[in-house]
Every structure is written in structure tokens, then in C-alpha cells.
């Protein structure tokens, strides 16, 4: 839009803004076009782009009546709609840090997985439980997460977790 | 895909009510202007009447044109001299006399509407257009709102201010009218 142009279209804004109904085409015509281009081209999607400049224009419209005649309302308008392009930049930031959030709930257990876990790690102490005492005490320094100390107790251990897993078939199948 | 026609009516509808809203915020103004001679003695219903007509007239004037917005906001304040004196002559506890008898309180209703109709031709007469259109508004808004501050002075007090306003506004208004033309 060269200057005349936009000299034009100011005019017709303070026209229709002082109650010259018949400006609204010209002023709505010539706005549409500039909203649309400059929502494209700051935001990535075009669904994006379209739905901002439909709420500038609107908004734009809304305000008309209170335009200052000294100011460029061209420039006024497009104010606007970069407000409008910088609400939806932060409401799609916003977005993306809530399902952010969302995915780090999910990779939390639920409740009945932290269940089966407690009824799992119930029926395994159960079972330990009924175990010769080498074999418990074997078992219970390898749940504890404290290393072998020498190759005996590491085949001590190895035993334990055999009779265990013989255990475990024989009472679940 | 967006569809222009249908945005570009709902963009005339969203600048029609915005266009009404603003025209009736004057309400704000004139409502609590029209309960103001009731402290004074007024009758309620002079008030109610005049306060609708008043408010029906500047909302019209208003939601119209730009050339309506100016030309209200002249005549309310303009007419607000006259509704002024007649709050104070009512709280002094003068009172009008008869119709045609002047007396104290006709003189300064007098004043008041004359110096209100000078003036509200005289402001009107600066604007670069719609000359005459805002003229006839700033006198009918200025007339209206002096009669809601003179109706607790009685019918002369209303008829006397109401006289000097539109008569004072006719005589300064002519020679802007000749030479305009």
C-alpha cells in the first residue's frame, strides 16, 4: 500500500467514524487484506493467522468510534492486530508448557499400577519370607541394591534368585 | 477459509453497537443531571419528562454523527449555566413570580440563558462543517437541560430562560449565518 492509498483509507476510517455509514465497504476492504498479511506472516499457521486477523478486524471495528483523527488510523489498526498476533503467540506458548505438564503426569504410575506394584513386591516378600535364612539374607542385600562382596556371595545370590523364581512358578504358574 | 462477506457483516453489526454504546453513555451524564432539581423542590414527574427527552435527544444526536457527539457535549455544558443559577436561586429560597412579572429571579434566569445562548453560537460558529445542524442541537440539548435546572423555579423561571437562550443564540447566530453564506 503506497501512501496515497493509505492517506485514502485513513480518510474514509475518520469518515466512518464520524457516521458515514457508506465508508464501512471501503474502510473494511481495505483493512481485511492488511490484518490477514500481517497475521500470516508473523504466526506459522495459516488457521492461526486467519482467526487473529478476523478478531483484529472485529476489534478494530469495534473501536472505530474512538479514533483520534490526528494519528494514522492504518497504523492504529495494525497496532491491533499485532497485539491480537502476540495474545495468540503467548496462548500457544501457554499451550504447549500445560501439555508439557500433561505429559510428565502421564509419566507418573497411576493408581492401580503403583497397586499392582504393592500387591506385586507383597506376594515377593511373601515368598522371601518363607525362604531359608541364607537365601533372605542373600535376597534382601541384592533388594537393597548393596553390591556382592566376592564371588561367593554373588553365586549365593544367583541360588537365592533361582529357588525364588522356582518358588514363584510353583505358587503363580 | 475465511468468508468475507459473512466477517464483513458482523463487523458492521459490532460497529453499529459499539456506535450505540457510545451514544448512550451520555446517560451517565444526564441521569444523575435530572435527579440534581429534585434537592431543590422540583416535581419528579417535570424532571422525569424533561430528563427522557433530554436523554432520547442527545442519544439520537449522538449515535448520528460525529457532528451530534460535538455538538451534545456543547449544549450540555453550555445549558448547565442556566441549570446552575436556578439551583443556587432555589437554594437561596427565591422563587419565581408570576408568569410575565419579572422579578430577581426572572433577571438572572435571563442572564443565564442569554449568556448560554451567546455562547453556544459563538462555539458553534468555530467548526468547519454541518454549521447549522449543530447549532440546532447545541440550542435544543442547551434549552433542555436549562429548563431540568429551572423547573423547580416554576413556568416563568423555565419561559424566561428558555426565551433569552434561543432569542440571544438567534441574534449572534444571523450575522454567522449571513457571512457563512
Not at chain 1, 25 to 51: I, Y
Not at chain 2, 47 to 66: F, S, T
Not at chain 2, 114 to 129: D, E, F, K, N
Amino acid at each position: 500500500m503506497n501512501a496515497a492509498e493509505r492517506t485514502r483509507l485513513h480518510a474514509a476510517m475518520v469518515r466512518f467514524a464520524d457516521g458515514d455509514r457508506a465508508a464501512f465497504r471501503e474502510v473494511f476492504d481495505g483493512l481485511w487484506p492488511m490484518c490477514l498479511a500481517l497475521a500470516t506472516r508473523s504466526l506459522a499457521q495459516r488457521a492461526d493467522a486467519e482467526d487473529v486477523a478476523q478478531r483484529a478486524i472485529l476489534k478494530v471495528f469495534d473501536r472505530i468510534v474512538d479514533l483520534d483523527r490526528e494519528r494514522d488510523g492504518v497504523a492504529w489498526a495494525m497496532t491491533i492486530t499485532a497485539f491480537d498476533v502476540l495474545t495468540m503467540r503467548k496462548q500457544r506458548v501457554r499451550r504447549r508448557e500445560r501439555a508439557a505438564d500433561h505429559d510428565r503426569e502421564d509419566e507418573r504410575p497411576s493408581a492401580s499400577e503403583q497397586f499392582v506394584e504393592h500387591e506385586l513386591s507383597a506376594q515377593v516378600r511373601a515368598l522371601i519370607g518363607d525362604m531359608s535364612d541364607r537365601d533372605r539374607e542373600a535376597l534382601d542385600a541384592m533388594l537393597s541394591g548393596r553390591p556382592p562382596r566376592g564371588e561367593t556371595e554373588r553365586k549365593r545370590r544367583f541360588r537365592a534368585i533361582e529357588r525364588l523364581r522356582a518358588a514363584w512358578r510353583k505358587a503363580h504358574g | 477459509m475465511v468468508d468475507i462477506e459473512a466477517l464483513a457483516e458482523r463487523a458492521r453489526h459490532v460497529a453499529a453497537r459499539s456506535r450505540l454504546r457510545m451514544a448512550c453513555r451520555i446517560g451517565l451524564v444526564i441521569l444523575p443531571l435530572a435527579c440534581v432539581p429534585l434537592s431543590s423542590g422540583a416535581q419528579a414527574g417535570a424532571c422525569a419528562c424533561l430528563g427522557l427527552a433530554l436523554l432520547a435527544v442527545a442519544a439520537y444526536c449522538r449515535w448520528r454523527d460525529r457532528a451530534g457527539v460535538d455538538a451534545v457535549t456543547t449544549g450540555l455544558v453550555l445549558g448547565a449555566v442556566p441549570l446552575v443559577v436556578a439551583l443556587v436561586l432555589r437554594a437561596c429560597g427565591v422563587e419565581a413570580a408570576q408568569l410575565w412579572a419579572v422579578t430577581e429571579a426572572e433577571a438572572a434566569c435571563l442572564g443565564a440563558g442569554a449568556i448560554a445562548g451567546i455562547a453556544a453560537s459563538l462555539v458553534v460558529a468555530r467548526a468547519a462543517q454541518h454549521r447549522r445542524r449543530r447549532w440546532l442541537i447545541a440550542i435544543l440539548v442547551a434549552s433542555l437541560t436549562a429548563a431540568l435546572g429551572c423547573v423547580g423555579l416554576g413556568p416563568a423561571g423555565v419561559l424566561s430562560t428558555l426565551v433569552a437562550l434561543v432569542a440571544s443564540a438567534t441574534v449572534v447566530w444571523i450575522p454567522v449565518a449571513f457571512r457563512a453564506s
